[in-house]
């Protein structure tokens, strides 16, 4: 297992697309897709990455790919793998990319279903966290907090009110061969978890954090970082269950500043220092628990 | 060819195993349950080489059919009522995919008040999917239209997934003798699935796209076409099935006694037999009346109601469907033929059997009775006795 | 290999398939005009990391001679590349 | 058409046994025709269920529930009441599973239960009341209904069965010619 930059194939898969400049889903696919290899085949809900790589004629998938329903990423994707399974060819990696509420809302039905069943396909949630493609609408992966369209922050509430759903965990709890989760600001350890969980039979599930600049309220040129500093300032975490156990892949040694990463972004503005306190104190307890029930590498 | 005495669910389920679909994918619900345990059955005892697929919904159901459909495979579903609106969503992405998936519908009420017999509102409900819809009458033409209804939905010139429909209960769980053809006679008829329209490793290709404003009548056109279409395929169908298993089929309708017959009913689904037998009756009585029963309800056989119906004084729709607000869906559609054929004799809608409600020979004599006055009608029947 | 721009743009009724499917990777318009400003690398600088080409989102960045070039029909100006960029062999040029 | 109602509890194989008549008259090939079905519904052990078997020489477009039966066969004589005499038609006949002598001319009466457990070893007696009614109605053959027993019930219970059904229809014609 050795995929790095210098090893990554040169062949493009995910080419010519519409989505925004600097779009940090986008980045999550293209890079799967590159580690995967031509022999993937696709699923896309309907979302973001569909809407802007599947406009005909204007097909911007190089490897075979597809649209499924929103609700259907898992349930298509068993299909896939079982149509040709019958026919007899192996050599493939049936692999979704669904968004944030593709996944943990709508979505999550067929996904348990199909980690249920261990249908071998590879699942990539791309959390943007909140419903970008149709403008900025609150999922369960919201982060407490957070203004959307359907959150605003006034003077009575202030943005989301819940936290964000812990789909890595839930997805672990069927019991699923394989799972982990990633951030499009450590490319190296997404890179990896892709190629493992392309050896894997049965389900593997990975969910990637990447961020949206326009939902977001950030720069274009700003994704990758702050895709960094969630994972450093301690609101996300890098970490791998597999054989039944959680490993912490990366703990940074000191977390950066909280408020910092939150003040950086258009959705966090409105925050008092009450709100950022909270969430400071909702890190460190998660934080108590993954020292106590993950393996630290 | 073997005969064998089975219900309504079995004799499809029989078809299906004679059709060898790749990939099956159900979720359980009554009446279609039957269909998916005989098939478990026929997978695990190896008389049937399917990967079979235990679904959570029935809108993974569909949707796990159209993956498989997507990499080249033959695949089959069944539903029935709540299942069929729960996987709403998928079917026009199946037909707007043109994925050939055959689907049997056990025809039941759809809720509120819940109910689990049979009635046509739920595939009614969905006449406007892009689907092919057809209504058995009995065991037998549920078994070879589970055979036919692959070769028509594969048609390279048709490509559309088929439902095929079995009224609930009254078909699906009534036992009759039924002929089974042999696996030989069955691959004799059905060739494998071949289409350009799939997902190829060595052909890379993009599915299921989207299509803007500039593309989107051009595709919604062939896929009317495409379902047009499958009016030849039937037809094609229908005559090597003859040549092959001896049984002969008539199409899109079916016409009993219709030619010299003043006063016609239309229907569709099992009722029809106790129709026919009705028509036996009268006629002994020296009334001319006859049946028509509409086998397809897409593609619809607008010409051939036209042309079966042409003499006639008056002619009458039942049907176990009602589109509130408006009249019963199918007496809508032969209404539209009957006026683009410049056809102006009443017609009257009986709409009856709801929830399973029985319909009854009595009342059949009543709706070929009420045709004489030659007057139109929109009734129910059954709906209970007079308030006091 | 990757998606690459064609000539014929499928327009009448008979280029339209039959079904919704096509050739995968078939692109007919360029992604030039959304750009304001453009990564410009300064090949001396550059010392051939690959971070940009790694984290660029539509893959623009390919390599070229041990360093690194720009396919200015794909590139849509987000100037993560430049972010990345631990040599500061990028600069953003305002588009003319 | 002959027309047949049974009536059982969930669970005492009446629908088993208006299949396998279905099953058994259509055997002998063409112009038989025949339609089964248990009263519809969720099946619930232990409730009081009807099934029905339809018996003709033409194809059977009726497939409603028999309104007046030419028979109606009990399983069980619990199930057994005076309503019973209104689902018949005028020439038709009762077949009761009980130990009882029924004073009603149209009423058959046979202790199944003691034949099953002497030929069963288990109190159930769809397959004894089936072999009386073979015995009684002339238009079928024990061989026919040892045929649809050998045919559309599991193998290990053919023996059994068909040992039940030839009991029933031997002591039913012993009781015929008394």
Request: contains cysteine; hydrophobic residues 40%.
């Amino acid at each position: 297992m050795s995929v790095s930059v210098k090893t990554l194939q040169e062949d493009e898969f995910f080419y010519g697309h519409k989505a925004c400049a600097g779009c940090g889903g986008s980045l999550a696919v293209r890079i799967a897709l590159k580690v995967l290899g031509e022999r993937s085949i696709a699923v896309l809900p309907a979302g973001c990455m569909s809407a802007v790589g599947f406009n005909f004629p204007q097909l911007c998938f190089g490897n075979n790919a597809i649209i499924s329903t929103f609700a259907g990423t898992a349930s298509m994707l068993t299909g896939i793998e079982a149509g040709l399974r019958a026919q007899g060819i192996t050599d493939f990696h049936a692999v979704g990319f669904a968004g944030d509420g593709g996944t943990a809302d709508i979505g999550i039905q067929a996904l348990s279903g199909a980690i249920d069943r261990n249908d071998d396909i590879l699942y990539i949630c791309y959390d943007n966290e909140a419903y970008m493609n149709t403008g900025i609408q609150k999922s369960s992966l919201t982060p407490f907090g957070a203004k959307t369209t359907t959150t605003p922050a006034g003077s009575n509430i202030r943005g989301n009110l819940r936290p964000k759903k812990n789909m890595f965990e839930i997805v672990a709890a069927h019991g699923i061969p394989y799972a982990a989760t990633a951030s499009i600001g450590y490319l190296n350890d997404f890179m990896g978890k892709v190629e493992k969980a392309s050896t894997i039979k049965g389900t593997k599930y990975i969910h990637i954090l990447a961020p949206c600049p326009t939902g977001w309220g950030i720069a274009t040129d700003e994704t990758v970082e702050i895709a960094k500093e969630v994972v450093d300032c301690g609101l996300w975490y890098l970490a791998e269950f597999e054989n039944g156990e959680f490993t912490l892949n990366h703990k940074p040694k000191e977390f950066t500043d909280i408020r910092t990463y939150l003040k950086k972004q258009g959705r966090f503005k409105h925050l008092t220092e009450g709100d950022i306190e909270t969430i400071t104190r909702s890190r460190d307890q998660k934080w108590d628990a993954l020292s106590k029930n993950f393996k630290i590498r | 060819m073997a005969k064998k005495f089975l219900s309504g669910n079995e004799a499809f389920a029989e078809g299906i195993r004679l059709a060898r679909p790749q990939v099956i994918s159900a979720y359980p619900i009554t009446p279609q349950t039957i269909v998916v345990e005989r098939l478990s059955e026929m997978v695990e005892d190896g008389s049937l080489q399917s990967e079979f697929i235990h679904v959570e919904s029935e809108h993974s159901a569909l949707s796990c059919a159209m993956g498989a459909s997507a990499v080249g495979a033959r695949a089959f579903t069944a539903t029935s009522s709540q299942g069929l609106l729960y996987m709403a969503e998928c079917l026009t992405y199946a037909s707007g995919g043109r994925f050939p998936i055959v689907m049997m519908n056990a025809n039941r009420s759809t809720a509120l008040p819940w109910n689990i017999y049979g009635d046509q509102r739920d595939s009614l409900s969905q006449l406007d999917c892009g689907w092919i819809q057809a209504y058995a009458e009995n065991a037998q033409e549920s078994l070879d239209l589970a055979l036919m209804s692959y070769f028509v939905a594969e048609h390279p010139e048709v490509s559309t997934p088929f439902m095929a429909n079995l009224d609930g209960f009254v078909l699906t769980h009534t036992y009759e003798m039924v002929d089974v053809p042999t696996p030989d006679q069955a691959d004799a008829f059905l060739p494998a699935y071949q289409t350009e329209n799939k997902l190829d490793l060595e052909h890379p290709r993009n599915l299921a796209f989207s299509a803007g404003p500039d593309h989107n009548t051009a595709f919604k056109y062939k896929e009317h076409l495409g379902l047009l279409n499958a009016q030849k395929a039937v037809a094609e169908a229908e005559a090597r099935f003859v040549e092959i298993f001896g049984r002969q089929y008539t199409g899109l309708t079916e016409n009993y006694r219709t030619a010299d017959a003043d006063y016609i009913l239309i229907t569709l689904g099992s009722i029809a037999g106790l129709a026919r037998e009705t028509v036996d009756r009268l006629r002994k009585q020296g009334e001319r009346v006859g049946l028509l029963r509409l086998r397809y309800m897409r593609p619809f056989p607008g010409a051939e109601i036209a042309e079966a119906v042409k003499h006639a004084k008056a002619v009458a729709v039942l049907e176990k469907d009602i589109s509130f607000g408006n009249e019963g869906t199918v007496y809508t559609n032969v209404n539209s033929a009957l006026l683009k054929a410049g056809l102006s004799m009443p017609s009257s809608n009986y709409i009856g059997g709801l929830g399973g409600k029985n319909i009854s020979q009595t009342e059949i004599e009543g709706i070929f009775r009420d045709l004489k006055q030659e007057t139109v009608r929109i009734q129910f029947l059954g709906i209970g006795g007079e308030d006091e | 290999m990757k998606p690459y721009l064609r000539e014929h743009v499928p327009t009448t009724l008979s280029d339209i398939p039959n079904t919704t499917a096509y050739e995968a990777g078939y692109l007919v318009t360029k992604n030039a005009g959304w750009r304001n400003v453009r990564p410009v690398i300064d090949v001396e600088a550059c010392v051939g990391c690959l971070q940009c080409y790694l984290y660029c989102p539509d893959g623009v960045i390919y390599k070229d001679g041990g360093k690194v070039a720009v396919d200015y029909d794909f590139c849509k100006g987000c100037g993560i590349c430049k972010t990345i960029c631990k040599a500061g062999a990028i600069e953003m040029e305002a588009e003319t | 058409m002959t027309e047949i109602v049974w009536h059982g509890r969930g669970g005492q194989g009446a629908f088993t046994a208006a299949r396998l008549l279905g099953a058994a008259y259509t055997m002998r090939g063409d112009d038989r025709y025949a339609l089964a079905f248990p009263s519809f519904g969720p099946e619930r052990r232990g409730a009081p269920i009807r099934a029905f078997t339809k018996l003709d020489n033409k194809p059977i477009g009726d497939r409603s529930e028999v309104e007046k039966g030419d028979y109606s066969i009990f399983l069980d004589d619990t199930l057994f009441a005076e309503a019973a005499f209104s689902e018949l038609k005028p020439e038709g006949k009762i077949l009761l599973n009980t130990k009882r002598s029924p004073a009603d001319s149209r009423v058959i009466a046979i202790d199944g239960d003691t034949l099953a457990a002497e030929v069963l070893k288990l109190p159930i007696t769809n397959t004894i009341m089936l072999g009386t009614f073979a015995a009684i109605f002339r238009d079928i053959t024990l061989a026919e209904i040892v045929e649809a027993i050998r045919q559309y019930m599991p193998e290990k219970l053919h023996k059994k069965n068909i040992a039940a059904v030839t009991a029933a229809a031997e002591t039913a014609a012993r009781e015929a010619r008394r």
